[in-house]
């Protein structure tokens, strides 16, 4: 091989940074060991990252998934390198300890792609994840390293049948309400046991409008994703030419950027597709956990887009989708009426929805959505028929979160509570107080400590959320958190209070007793203690220190670099530039 890889006047591709010169023959072994020969070296080299493993069933078969993605791109002219990352899955880890590393992991993700990408010299990216924060963790890393870069999700699983006459669907939200009936004393073990087999029946994230599903739709409104990829359910065999199809159009994308043409993930990710992607969530119930992620991801962008951003755009767009937890439907319903882009398209047609911002594919996101179905009423509602003239998650302020907290109000049979606060100083706390049933109708239940910083690695409370709904309680009592809340949680259950109490909030001034008000009506979206600021400011200036055991490794550097929820958890100070050896 000779000592340059490209004739002259030729742009190199990036990743002729690696194998080119007499001082890079040693490289060259190593993609001659790996099975390529001199032209295939001379291909541009693209990453193929996913989450594929044994971690979850989310995860069970995107290593399939990624087999396909990486034909595709060896077809179109590129030469696939497969990069597997790490995933935590929240099913696993929920309610006890371990929940601490699920939002870490979305970090740990961003950095695996950006360290693979910028070491190796990689022309493009194509991500493939599934689990809660698999999703915007490979969009981050794909913005933070700003080479073409494509998403997709790995899909949802099928839902189960419920044993008995009705033949209802199943998920895995009602083997942790059928928990509740349990302790309740209004199920037997026998039908826990018959749920917890039944509800997840197949590989792939779960099938309701939680985080994953969530952030799937989010991908697509983003310009990140291919229109319709993000609701295929995980086992469909329509996803292997859906793979290739992507494949391809990376690949253009991949050789446009050779000559500068072609828009990169920075090109697309602007104010508009975050406003898009905001619409989403909102237009669908999604999950509170997106108002954490999508300013993540604003993040990478170098755009500084907050909480009160996300809640300006969740403010004005209405629910449009019946979907669960707070409604019917799951994902495969969706993908049966025609896939995210009919929710995307009604938005569009609705004025929600900025369709001039640019796609992966180079065509506007208007241009993509063109060929997509209309609502079908049922699902996804028609214009002028919405759900709620208000979106399905909302933003509230306060005197007990003056940086804001979220809750999903989608299906929600009240929006107004008063109640005296019944204090847990952790998770563990309040599981104990809620299995033995020591609480009370129209308490408001407060979990603190629990926020990035404070827990740190802020845990979500979808076990102790469905608990109560299990036990007959959900709609009885509210439940407020510096912590997360799964994508699946339904109730008056308000997460991400800040600031957190690790950092000295409001909520770290709470005591047995003081009076909370909750008002989530549209146009009031508050949350107040009945204290004055003097007294709030008194007992923050009288609390002792926070003592926490050391804490060693991944959490003790997470908790010394995360910044507030309200900014996306986010743990550096903003958008890299690309590094790349001149010599």
Not at 401 to 412: N, S
């Amino acid at each position: 091989m000779t000592d340059s890889a490209d004739k002259p006047g030729d742009t190199p591709f990036r990743s002729a940074t690696i194998y080119t010169g007499t001082v890079r023959a040693t490289t060259r072994s190593f993609l001659y060991a790996l099975g390529q020969d001199d032209e295939e070296m001379q291909r541009p080299h693209v990453g193929v990252f996913h989450t594929g493993g044994e971690m979850s069933p989310c995860n069970a078969n995107l290593r399939d998934q990624a087999q396909h993605a990486k034909t595709g791109i060896y077809a179109a002219g590129g030469m696939p390198h497969e990069c597997p990352v790490v995933s935590i899955s929240d099913g696993l880890t929920m309610a006890h300890s371990g929940m601490r590393f699920s939002l870490v992991s979305r970090e740990l993700i961003a950095d695996s792609v950006e360290a693979s990408v910028r070491g190796h010299q990689w022309d493009g990216i194509f991500a493939i994840g599934a689990c809660d924060k698999n999703l915007p963790g490979l969009m981050m890393g794909i913005l933070r390293c700003n080479v073409p870069g494509v998403f997709v999700h790995g899909g949802a699983a099928l839902p189960g049948q419920a044993f008995g006459p009705d033949g209802r669907d199943l998920n895995v939200v009602d083997t942790y309400e059928a928990i509740g009936h349990v302790l309740a004393g209004t199920a037997t073990p026998a039908e826990l046991d018959a749920t917890s087999r039944a509800c997840l029946p197949t590989a792939g994230a779960c099938a309701g409008q939680f985080t994953a599903n969530t952030m799937g739709m989010v991908s697509e409104a983003l310009g990140l994703a291919p229109i319709g990829s993000s609701m295929v359910p995980a086992v469909f065999s329509e996803r292997a030419p859906l793979m290739r199809r992507t494949a391809a159009a990376l690949m253009r994308a991949v050789m446009a950027s050779r000559t500068g043409s072609g828009p990169l993930p920075r090109d697309i990710v602007t104010r508009k597709a975050l406003e898009n992607a905001c619409a989403v969530v909102s237009a669908t119930g999604g999950s509170t956990n997106a108002a954490l992620h999508i300013p993540a991801i604003a993040h990478e962008a170098g755009i500084r887009f907050h909480l009160d951003d996300v809640a300006e755009v969740f403010a004005r767009t209405p629910l449009v989708a019946d979907l669960r937890p707070g409604g019917r439907y799951l994902a495969r319903d969706v993908y049966y009426v025609g896939g995210a882009g009919v929710i995307l398209k009604t938005l569009l047609a609705q004025g929600l929805l900025h369709g001039d911002v640019l796609t992966y594919t180079g065509r506007t996101l208007a241009e993509e959505l063109a060929g997509c179905a209309e609502p079908d009423g049922r699902v996804v509602r028609r214009p002028g028929e919405p759900l709620s003239a208000d979106g399905g998650v909302a933003v509230l302020k306060g005197n007990l979160c003056p940086d804001g907290a979220l809750l999903k109000v989608a299906g929600l049979k009240t929006l107004v509570h008063r109640g005296p606060a019944r204090v847990f100083e952790c998770e563990e706390q309040a599981q104990a107080a809620v299995q033995a049933l020591q609480y009370r109708p129209g308490d408001v239940l407060v979990i603190r400590n629990e926020g990035p910083k404070g827990s740190p690695g802020m845990r979500e409370m979808l076990g102790i959320t469905a608990l109560l709904y299990g036990q007959g309680m959900g709609d009885q009592v509210a439940l407020l958190t510096d912590g997360r809340f799964s994508g699946a949680t339904r109730g008056l259950c308000i997460g991400y209070a800040g600031p957190e109490a690790a950092e000295g909030g409001p909520i770290a001034a709470l005591r047995d007793g003081d009076m909370v008000a909750i008002d989530a009506r549209p146009g009031v979206l508050s949350i107040q203690v009945e204290l004055s600021e003097a007294q709030i400011a008194q007992r923050l200036a009288q609390r002792p220190p926070a003592a926490r055991a050391p804490l060693g490794g991944v959490l003790e550097k997470y908790a010394a670099t995360v910044r507030p929820a309200h900014q996306g958890a986010v743990t550096h100070s903003g958008a890299v530039t690309w590094l790349r050896d001149a010599s």
